[in-house]
């Protein structure tokens, strides 16, 4: 059979084909392609491993901020209770500094207007005093003016006094 | 729904175009000499001196015959030699052997009236088909190595990106996994090859000039290609790999007296390109024979009446396609079937004492437990 007896010629020709294909191919085709295919690959994985690196970072990060701002809040509710209580602790404070205050300018005036009052009592009953002993001694002067009324006096008192024993 | 009508129409004049042919025709052409099928089958398989034009029966694309001659080289066009002509080149008288010579359709050169065979390393339409091979592949991978080197890490698109993907499917599904840290080394042989045989397989698809011709369905081409593999295996083949051949790890009797496993695995190492060669050239050849077979069904019916050959067109067409697709299918697994199997016959040549290194490791107490010998 013809087809099955390889032929001189074709194996020649395609001893030298296929040496020219590899040697080309060998020298100016694979090591570019490998290369390149290589680097590319090695790229495309390092990208992955920098994406799913960064991805996690940013997780992380993403929860170190929520924490954050979960502390920032609770520190903020901390901080306004203690503002809140601070207020309510100055404003009472406040209050009871301004009660005692008033209480004090109140004692204050309570003992002044006492004082003013006993003063001027005293001064009144001074003055009555006086005016009572300048109106007796007017009065006293005018009924002891005569003898009679001296004597009727002294029987009346003499009387009373006869009375009281 | 339009395109469904043009198909039906187109098979209706299939089924019809033979009958009118026959009305035609008439009567005239009943006594014309029969269809030697094998004949043409095997003329369309074989190799030919120039490249036959379609359409035109009998008139070929001259192709140069070079011959080494009893008194040196002779070069001449093909068409000098045509229809059995002899040619005169200076001392030397040719002409392509006829049908009864043992040398049938070969280059012959008369002396005395003897018919002699020279060195025959015509450009043929087989060699020239090699070279449109080599120059598409070269083109093609070229293509894909510019790419590399003028776009950096970019991703090619369109037909490099396609190229560059087959390369990738061999090189990460056959060799890399296969060849391992050695993988680098022969890539570049493996892939040659891989991309040199589907190329060969394809333009072999292909009816008219660039292709049809039947490349890997030729002893001679698949021949080189395992040899080259054979000798890759065999020659960049490790200590470890030729002390399995010739002194394998069996029973001491089995091959001190006599060398019966060394005989065996010699043996195996030879069939291994063997197997090769006639794989590759016997798919192929298969698959380019049933492919004629087919058409050749249209013309071998036609002595029976136009309503038989009508309808055979129409059944033998659509075989030939289906057929044709699924050739095309065969020729990318043909491509990678002997790449893989290349990969795995130079894998063997590149075996290291793998399970001694092991052993080691496990302080020796698994040097009893021997893999079976790779083979």
Not at chain 2, 95 to 103: I, L, N, T
Request: aromatic letters at 10%; a negative charge; proline letters at 4%.
């Amino acid at each position: 059979m013809e087809l099955f007896k390889p032929d001189f010629g074709l194996i020649f020709w395609m001893f030298v084909a296929f040496a020219i294909l590899f040697f080309v191919l060998w020298k100016w085709g694979w090591p570019a392609i490998m290369k390149g295919v290589e680097g590319r690959a090695d790229l495309i994985d390092k990208g992955v491993e920098y994406a799913q690196n960064a991805k996690e970072q940013l997780d992380s990060a993403r929860q170190q901020a929520d924490s954050y701002i979960a502390e920032a809040r609770k520190h903020q509710t901390e901080i306004l209770r203690e503002a809140d209580r601070m207020k309510t602790q100055i404003i009472d404070e406040a209050r009871e500094a301004a009660q005692k205050e008033a209480r004090k300018v109140m004692e204050q005036a309570q003992l002044s207007i006492q004082q003013e009052r006993k003063q001027a009592e005293l001064q009144f009953r001074n003055e009555v005093s006086a005016l009572a002993v300048d109106i007796a001694t007017k009065v006293v002067r005018n009924e002891m003016a005569d003898e009679k009324a001296q004597s009727r006096l002294v029987d009346s008192l003499l009387d009373d006094m006869e009375k009281q024993n | 729904m339009n395109r469904l009508s043009a198909i039906f129409s187109f098979i209706f004049l299939l089924a019809v175009m033979p009958c009118i042919a026959a009305e035609a025709h008439g009567g005239e052409e009943a006594g014309e000499e029969k269809i030697d099928a094998k004949e043409i089958i095997f003329e369309h398989l074989g190799d030919r001196y120039g490249w036959e034009v379609p359409f035109c029966h009998g008139k070929s694309i001259p192709l140069p015959i070079i011959v080494w001659g009893h008194d040196g080289l002779h070069c001449f066009m093909s068409s000098k030699v045509e229809h059995g002509r002899t040619y005169v080149d200076g001392n030397a008288t040719f002409k392509v052997a006829g049908e009864d010579s043992e040398h049938k359709g070969k280059i012959v050169e008369i002396i005395d009236g003897k018919e002699y065979k020279p060195w025959d390393i015509s450009i043929t339409k087989n060699v020239l088909g090699l070279f449109i091979a080599v120059a598409l592949v070269i083109i093609s991978i070229l293509n894909v190595a510019r790419w590399h080197k003028r776009n950096g890490y970019k991703a090619p698109r369109k037909f490099t990106g396609a190229i560059e993907s087959l390369i990738t499917f061999v090189y990460d599904g056959v060799i890399k996994p296969t060849l391992k840290d050695r993988a680098m080394k022969f890539a570049p042989y493996l892939l040659t090859v891989f991309f040199f045989i589907l190329y060969m397989n394809l333009l072999g698809l292909i009816v008219v000039f660039p292709g049809g011709a039947n490349l890997t369905g030729n002893i001679a081409v698949t021949l080189v290609l395992s040899i080259f593999t054979f000798l890759l295996t065999n020659v960049i083949g490790t200590k470890h790999y030729w002390k399995e051949i010739l002194w394998p790890d069996v029973p001491l009797w089995l091959k001190f007296p006599i060398p019966i496993m060394p005989i065996i695995e010699i043996f195996g190492a030879l069939t291994k390109p063997a197997a090769l060669t006639v794989r590759l050239f016997a798919n192929m050849l298969g698959g380019h024979m049933i492919i004629l077979v087919l058409t050749l069904l249209i013309f071998i019916f036609a002595a029976m009446g136009p309503v038989v050959t009508g309808g055979m067109t129409v059944i033998s067409v659509a075989f030939s396609v289906f057929m044709l697709l699924i050739d095309v299918l065969v020729s990318f697994i043909q491509a990678y079937v002997f790449t893989m199997l290349s990969t795995i016959f130079i894998s063997f040549g590149q075996e290291r004492e793998h399970h001694k290194e092991e052993a080691h490791g496990h302080k020796e107490s698994a040097t009893t437990a021997e893999s079976p010998a790779a083979g």
